[in-house]
């Protein structure tokens, strides 16, 4: 069973601070990893993805993707009480469908 | 561009009955991905359609399944429903499930299933 692991939280930073969002995943063939990010009540919502090794930036967010490792991260900058949220890290399967993990849960403190 | 759009939003069901929830996709895209989201299990992918067909599957009893038709939009349905299938149904759409790498899902709203 292909696995896509989160600390569940909750990870808890103070506004302005950087968060720091982990993923492991067990599927070495995976090639693909996305960030979602869920609010309280609401659907998923893409953020970011990756599918080269390194670092991909976009505005306040930056994914990291170390394949040999089977990590993701995701850091945001500058945090915002509105960034509080749940965030599930996600990777594409060989079969082809998206592997969920449980999301971790960050609380930005004004 | 309209994002994708899920019918009905809520929906309360007895044990035993059967359930059909739909949903449309972003304009163009041709893939279909049902996802179940409970508190203790998460996202669970439930089924997979492109251009009318099934692609994959996940690990759910028989009792769900889907279609999907020309238009692209989509079905699932649940029978004889049970306790445990109360859930936040998602729905999420994407252009190009045949590429290794460019499969960016989009979610609609959700179908929140209360089961009594």
């Known amino acids: 069973q292909k696995e896509v692991e989160q600390n569940s939280g909750p990870l808890s930073v103070p506004e302005g601070a950087i968060a720091s969002l982990n993923c492991t995943y067990s599927d070495r063939g995976s090639q693909s990893f996305f960030w979602y990010r869920q609010y309280s009540g609401k659907s998923p919502e893409l953020i970011m993805f990756?599918?080269?090794?390194g670092d991909k930036e976009d505005g306040r967010f930056t994914a990291q993707l170390n394949k040999a490792s089977q990590y993701v991260s995701l850091l945001i900058r500058d945090s915002q009480p509105s960034d509080s949220a749940t965030y599930l890290c996600a990777v594409k399967g060989s079969q082809g469908n998206l592997i969920f993990g449980k999301g971790t849960k960050l609380s930005v403190k004004p | 561009k309209a994002g994708v759009t899920q019918t009905p939003r809520y929906l309360i069901k007895t044990r035993g009955q059967q359930v059909t929830l739909s949903c449309s996709p972003i304009?163009?895209?041709?893939?279909v991905s049902w996802y179940q989201q409970t508190p203790g299990q998460g996202l669970q992918f439930l089924f997979e359609y492109f251009s009318e067909t099934q692609r994959n599957k996940g690990n759910f009893p028989g009792r769900f399944s889907g279609r999907q038709f020309s238009n692209s939009r989509s079905e699932m349905n649940v029978s004889t429903l049970e306790l445990g299938d109360s859930a936040l149904y998602l729905c999420?759409?994407?252009?190009?499930?045949?590429?290794?790498?460019?499969?960016?899902?989009?979610f609609g709203p959700g179908t929140r299933l209360t089961v009594t």
């Open positions: 990756i599918y080269s090794n």
């Open positions: 304009s163009g895209h041709r893939s």
């Open positions: 999420a759409s994407s252009s190009d499930p045949g590429s290794n790498f460019f499969y960016e899902q989009y």
